[in-house]
């Protein structure tokens, strides 16, 4: 990194206001938070893709052990010039120093960008504020540049997408709904699931092969569905997880939908 952008974010060394360097332009740019997806290019607001077309750069994050960045995929149609795209290979580290010092960094980044007067659009999958690394980069970025201008835009999460590819109502009447990213054991998710009426699970990943099988021993596993990799490819859509024969992958970038008695039917 060169010393002009280490000094963005240095608070020792508080930077002249806009307008009164003239190497600064009169205006920062504007920050937009974009979820696209899950799956099929066109899922993202209108004034979302608005804002990606404004945009001068948009920064879209790939977790280190894929090749493609999702978020990308995601792009694919919507006629965005790949000279405007900027990969950031995402940081997963449990370490909490190095994930500060990673979004630190990548906030300077994007504050550089701003104060060269460029909007800046910043991709994640789904909605942006639900379960996204989005909050520590925006924390990240108020922090560097407090006077930067941010819009979210909100996203379309990916238990709502799972909810309309499979056409299973989520949460009727007066039922209560739980999303959790999956516990580590079977005794907690079965607590979680007597406790609602429905329980959205996300981050399952290698936990599927026990949690399919505790929802078999529970009896319900005939009204849960799981969607894996919505509009991706290897996409899987299941309606019901009883006898569910799906392949090894399907527990990755998954959702499953879990209801703990049989939907109610409510016409004749
Ligand atoms: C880091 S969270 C991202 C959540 C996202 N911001 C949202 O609004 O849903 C990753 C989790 O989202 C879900 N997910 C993301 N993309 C998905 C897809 N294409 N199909 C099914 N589930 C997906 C999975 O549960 C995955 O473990």
């Not at 003239?22 to 608005?50: H, I």
């Not at 859509?237 to 209801?259: K, N």
């Amino acid at each position: 990194m060169n010393e002009s952008r280490q000094d963005i974010c240095n608070p020792a060394q508080p930077r002249a206001p806009a307008g009164a360097n003239p190497d600064v332009p009169a205006e920062v740019g504007r920050f937009f938070g974009v979820g696209v997806g899950p799956g099929p290019a066109g899922f993202l607001p209108v004034a979302a893709l608005e804002a990606l077309h404004r945009a001068q750069v948009i920064f879209l994050p790939r977790a280190r052990s894929a090749e493609q960045s999702v978020a990308g995929q995601c792009l694919a149609g919507l006629d965005i010039p790949a000279s405007k795209l900027r990969e950031i290979e995402f940081e997963m580290d449990p370490d909490r120093s190095i994930l500060r010092e990673h979004y630190s960094a990548l906030a300077r980044d994007i504050a550089a960008e701003l104060l060269a007067g460029h909007d800046v659009a910043y991709l994640t999958i789904g909605d942006p504020m639900t379960f996204s690394t989005y909050g520590y980069t925006l924390a990240a970025l108020r922090e560097c540049l407090p006077e930067a201008p941010i819009r979210t835009f909100p996203g379309i999460t990916s238990f709502a997408a799972a909810a309309a590819a499979l056409g299973w109502p989520l949460g009727e009447g007066k039922e209560r709904i739980l999303v959790l990213p999956c516990p580590d054991d079977a005794d907690s998710l079965r607590r979680d699931i007597e406790t609602h009426d429905v329980v959205v699970l996300m981050k399952i990943g290698r936990r599927l092969p026990w949690v399919l099988g505790l929802l078999n021993e529970m009896g319900i596993a005939a009204q849960c569905a799981l969607a894996a990799r919505i509009g991706l490819p290897g996409e899987v859509l299941c309606a019901s997880v009883r006898d569910f024969d799906g392949p090894a992958h399907a527990g990755y970038l998954s959702t499953m939908l879990i209801r703990r008695q049989a939907r109610e039917q409510r016409h004749v």
